[in-house]
């Protein structure tokens, strides 16, 4: 079955930067827009970055300038490097994608928490 399985989230100084992957597998072709999403205590999904299959990149604003993401379409990874982390970054990150006839799958998040 299709899984997205996201590691690299941790517990950091305000300050500090961590490395998120996804990866996805049990799908033979390559996914077409991936993205990541945060979830805070007590607040509502909301989407951090996103990536097109061609590399097209777009932030949210609190995040732009601090976070980076990429992809490697040949293993249908999606990786977001967060830099400067502030706690109010923390939360659950979800990686997502989608395929080409417009399905989504999500992972089970990693959590990312940050220390003031």
């Known amino acids: 079955q299709v899984q997205l399985v996201e590691s690299g989230g941790g517990l950091v100084r305000a300050g500090g930067s961590l490395r998120l992957s996804c990866a996805a597998s049990g799908i033979a072709f390559t996914l077409d827009t991936m993205g990541w999403h945060r979830q805070a205590p007590g607040k509502q999904r909301e989407l951090v970055a996103t990536?097109?299959?061609?590399?097209?990149?777009d932030y949210a604003d609190p995040v732009k300038g601090r976070f980076t993401i990429s992809r490697d379409n040949t293993k249908n990874t999606v990786y977001l490097q967060v830099n400067s982390l502030q706690p109010e970054d923390t939360g659950v990150y979800y990686c997502a994608g989608s395929t080409p006839t417009g399905r989504m799958y999500w992972g089970l998040g990693t959590q990312v928490t940050v220390s003031s």
């Open positions: 990536i097109t299959r061609a590399g097209r990149t």
